[in-house]
């Protein structure tokens, strides 16, 4: 059992669900030094805090090594399956169906331009015809 130092490290019950669905290391390669709760928890770090990757407290990993795992599950997929698995334990414990069958959409959602798709607004790189004479510098009569 490991203490919490920092607010954002996982409890021992959010890391016994968690565990199950990082991937498993396959014996290729050089082994890792550091455990996958250490790097979840640098990671949560980082998250709830904002603080650049490079200043991470000495109590973690180093940043690199953090940083090259968090991309490594960004890229497969990992923090989805995990998102989706946290989603439906959710839903089933508040009693609605474990997979929605349906989104809203609002307004706050799904912008559109302000002025409804026309367009406003002074274009400098805009060529103004006159008779045959194209002026780029100026809307006046060129001659």
């Not at 990671?43 to 109590?59: A, H, I, S």
């Not at 989104?103 to 790189?125: L, W």
Request: glycine share 10%; charged share 30%.
């Amino acid at each position: 059992m490991e203490s919490k130092k920092y607010a954002t490290d996982l409890s021992d019950d959010e890391w016994g669900y968690i565990k199950s669905y990082l991937p498993v290391p396959t014996g290729r390669g050089r082994p890792k030094i550091h455990g996958s709760r250490a790097i979840l928890d640098a990671v949560f770090y980082v998250l709830k805090t904002g603080c650049p990757w490079r200043l991470l407290p000495k109590d973690f990993p180093p940043w690199k090594s953090v940083y090259d795992r968090f991309r490594k599950w960004r890229i497969d997929g990992t923090f989805e399956r995990l998102n989706a698995a946290l989603r439906e334990l959710l839903r089933s414990r508040l009693g609605r169906n474990p997979l929605p069958s349906a989104g809203i959409a609002d307004s706050q959602t799904t912008k559109t331009t302000g002025v409804g798709g026309e367009h406003r607004g002074y274009d400098a790189t805009r060529r103004f015809e006159v008779g045959s004479a194209t002026c780029w510098w100026t809307p006046r009569v060129c001659s």
